[in-house]
Nanobody, 124 residues
Framework: QVQLVESGGGLVQAGGSLRLSCAAS????????MGWFRQAPGKEREFVAA???????TYYADSVKGRFAISRDNAKTVYLQMNSLKPEDTAVYYC??????????????????WGQGTQVTVSS
């Protein structure tokens, strides 16, 4: 059974940093793309960042470009380093995995597996 488990969320002041981790179990994801999405209260889930495991290409939403960085260290763990956090970054952050064509990384339907989410709260 495939499972994705996020960790690293919490409460931080504006301007601070957090690093989220996503541990995958049940299979290796060497041929998958991994993504981070977030959902704020009353809003739709939105794309944050993605990494293509094989080639290492990374993609970011415009709202986090230059502040967030996605990386992976082996076939089962992906990270999201979040710097210069803003109150508008407050959301539940979800890790996801899927196989998709290049250019489809930002769509929820491109991902087959999802974690349960971790709360990130940025205070002003």
């Amino acid at each position: 059974q495939v499972q994705l488990v996020e960790s690293g969320g919490g409460l931080v002041q504006a301007g601070g940093s957090l690093r989220l981790s996503c541990a995958a179990s049940g299979r290796t994801f060497s041929s998958y793309g991994m993504g981070w999405f977030r959902q704020a209260p009353g809003k739709e889930r939105e794309f944050v960042a993605a990494i293509i495991w094989g080639g290492g290409s990374t993609y970011y939403a415009d709202s986090v470009k230059g502040r967030f960085a996605i990386s992976r260290d082996n076939a089962k763990t992906v990270y999201l380093q979040m710097n210069s956090l803003k109150p508008e970054d407050t959301a539940v952050y979800y890790c996801a995995a899927g196989r998709f064509n290049s250019g489809d990384y930002r769509y929820l339907v491109s991902y087959s597996y999802w974690g349960q989410g971790t709360q990130v709260t940025v205070s002003s």
